[in-house]
């Protein structure tokens, strides 16, 4: 994987299979967690909180500075098909301007639904390395074109 990089987690596939999602109407997040835990595309059931096997927040970076406890809202959903690939977009989440009072250990993005009552995970994003947003702003964007694609590379 790569910086920037966004992989979806096999359960998500599962989870839009069983309507267990509405990617237009729902709320999303994209919260930041530590090293601490390792996202891969086949981490069993993951979820924002408890009741999955998997619990990301228990691995979150310090709320402080303009990073909140949950993370950032992904407004706006929007699905399409385009070239043969279904995508999922949304407003670019999040950019925490550099303060003293940041997180110093952001390693991965995870992406979670959070209108869903188990807080189902979707994806997560590749921050590429530790990052100290005390010494630097982090900006997230997705791609015009979609964050990923909806088959795992």
Not at 25 to 48: E, G, H, Q, V
Not at 68 to 79: H, K, L
Request: proline share 5%; hydrophobic share 40%; net charge negative.
């Amino acid at each position: 994987m790569a910086q920037g990089d966004v992989v979806f987690f096999d359960q998500f596939l599962v989870d839009v299979l069983e309507k267990l999602h509405d990617l237009e109407t729902d709320s999303f997040k994209l919260a930041l967690i530590t090293n601490a835990a390792t996202p891969a595309a086949t981490t069993a059931d993951p979820r924002w909180g408890a009741g999955g096997t998997t619990n990301f927040s228990t691995n979150q970076v310090t709320p402080g500075g303009n990073y909140v406890s949950g993370g950032a809202a992904c407004a706006n959903p929007v699905v399409s098909l385009t070239g043969g690939l279904a995508m999922f977009d949304s407003d670019d989440p999040a950019t925490w301007a550099q303060n003293a009072g940041n997180p110093t250990n952001a390693r991965w993005g995870i992406l979670y639904n959070d209108t869903d009552a188990g807080k189902r995970c979707l994806g997560y994003l590749d921050l590429g390395s530790v990052f100290d947003m005390t010494t630097g702003p982090l900006s997230v964007a997705w791609n015009a074109n979609g964050i990923a694609r909806l088959d795992n590379p």
